[in-house]
T-cell receptor, first 114, second 113 residues
């Protein structure tokens, strides 16, 4: 049973560019959450998708947007990249009635903005 | 506003001894507290949780203690093993459906053989 997968593993972009990160949830999970982990910090909640809708959002600007597909996979898009967007982006999946206590994390995508 | 705090960035413990990781929080609305363990190049993995109505939860070598009046929780690992070397994150959540996890900044635990 594959766990949460994310692609790509690493990404290098320049300021002002746009980036799309992808996440496939664990089998049986229908909810996807995205987190940003800056160096030396804990993961910060970006938003959560359920039934293809953004259900909850953290304190991130509109440059951060997302999407969930009918197969529950998800994308995170970041526009007009800033140096401060350099971080590890983590995707977590949950669902099946277990709620957030059963969130499973992927290995993350390391984004570097130059 | 750091609602969950881990004031010790790092901790070194001798193999076989007890490791104690601490966490403080400020939001009284949190209903559950969780500990996650993270190895390099991997995502955080769930370790153990505790409900706010309890003061202790034990799972094998791992025990979490919650002191609500002090808004403090701790994770005890005994005996500590080399494979326990990792970054440990404390997280909190309000139990209203699939709520967001609020994480602390993490403590890097190193077990010395």
């Amino acid at each position: 049973d594959a766990g949460v997968t994310q692609s790509p593993t690493h990404l290098i972009k320049t300021r002002g560019q746009q980036v799309t990160l992808r996440c496939s949830p664990k089998s049986g999970h229908d909810t996807v959450s995205w987190y940003q982990q800056a160096l030396g910090q804990g993961p910060q909640f970006i938003f959560q998708y359920y039934e293809e809708e953004e259900r909850q959002r953290g304190n991130f600007p509109d440059r951060f947007s997302g999407h969930q597909f009918p197969n529950y996979s998800s994308e995170l898009n970041v526009n007009a990249l800033l140096l401060g967007d350099s971080a590890l982006y983590l995707c977590a999946s949950s669902g099946g009635g277990q709620g957030a206590l059963e969130q499973f994390f992927g290995p993350g995508t390391r984004l570097t903005v130059l | 506003d750091q609602q969950v705090k881990q004031n010790s960035p790092s901790l070194s413990v001798q193999e076989g001894r007890i490791s104690i990781l601490n966490c403080d929080y400020t939001n009284s609305m949190f209903d559950y507290f969780l500990w996650y363990k993270k190895y390099p190049a991997e995502g955080p993995t769930f370790l153990i949780s505790i409900s706010s109505i309890k003061d202790k939860n034990e799972d094998g070598r791992f025990t979490v203690f919650l002191n609500k009046s002090a808004k403090h929780l701790s994770l005890h690992i005994v005996p500590s093993q080399p494979g326990d070397s990792a970054v440990y994150f404390c997280a909190a959540i309000s139990a209203r459906g699939n709520e967001k996890l609020t994480f602390g900044t993490g403590t890097r635990l190193t077990i010395i053989p």
